[in-house]
């Protein structure tokens, strides 16, 4: 593997826009600052509108092929029904790009199910041959599944040199996500980990109130963002951490805390650990999304979705990204609105985590809607 790939990686999926489109010249702009600071690593997918043409636009046609690492990724989810299709992906991202090769290329967003249909299609030994054919020099996945799922997938593919995981501090020891149990199975494999959302798509550069002040007093200079950064670079393995910037304020603090990054402090380490038993105090609804309240509701309300967009603000103070959330969770999927809530009960009554759910409800109308 790369010794010289940076450890801090620019995620292209977040990208300025204008219009209906990415902003171009923008991109350009944090292209060139990301590359003058010396770092050199960039992730896309085939599945990021429009990203893969905007590197090239701004990256491959402007800068010598050897001076950087690009990263994008196969998605059978994105309309793949055959492997024929998901074969094809390879080839259009080489010309969208126009990259000649990808240095790293991974099987995207690999859960329990997408591998089965990877392995069923010979997606593995497909592009194992283009690796020989120096197509691509890389090759490993992202993933989003359980501990037991990633360990089963590295058992059966050896062949894989490294895996992309959600990992950030509050996922730590989160049961939904089990950050730290992929990343310890991750290295008993002896993997290399590229870690993605270490800011949790940004929640975590303006966390609660509570949680920011932990920070603050440890220090005042530095943002959330840069304890979220630290966290995730300072893990045993970890290649490189991606971060989406789309503006050079958040890319410039970025390249300042990773600059030279040497880890973190027992002192540093004993505040994120603060901050997690903060956020971890915070009110929130123990919703596991499991939807049997949803197959007794009788006016179909997005139960589990309002509630993933509530405890947004619960836990991150961002009613923003909790609307965005609910719309679609809730409204694009043809849910109801919680405030639809006849208060029969009976999904109280389905409901394994015994949560108040009429209550909760009653808040997120008040608080989303």
Known sequence: MDK???RLGFGMMRLPRKG??????????????????????????????????????????????????????????SGCKTKEDAERELDISLERTGAGYFDFYLLHALNKDSAKTFEEWGLWDYFLKKKEEGLIHHLGFSFHDSPEVLDDILTRHPEAEFVQLQINWADWENPKVQSKKCWEVARKHDKKIIVMEPVKGGLLSDPHPEVKKVFKEADPNASPASWALRFAASLDGVMTVLSGMSNLEMLGDNVKT????QGLSKVQKETIERAREVFDSLPSVPCTKCDYCAKVCPMDIGVSGSFAALNTV?????????????????TNKGRKSPDKCIKCGKCEEACP???????????ATEILL
């Open 4 to 6: 010289t790939v940076g």
């Open 20 to 77: 209906d489109g990415i902003d171009i010249e923008e991109t350009k702009k944090l292209v060139d600052a990301f590359m003058v600071s010396r770092f050199n690593y960039f992730d896309t997918a085939f599945a990021y509108p429009g990203s893969e043409e905007a590197i090239k636009e701004a990256l491959v046609d402007r800068y010598p092929r050897k001076s950087y690492y690009l990263a994008t990724k196969c998605a059978i989810w």
């Open 258 to 261: 990773m600059w030279n990054f």
């Open 314 to 330: 619960l836990l991150y103070n961002n009613k923003e990204r909790a609307r965005e959330q609910f719309k679609a969770l809730v």
């Open 353 to 363: 985590q015994h949560i108040a759910i009429r209550d909760n409800l009653k808040k």
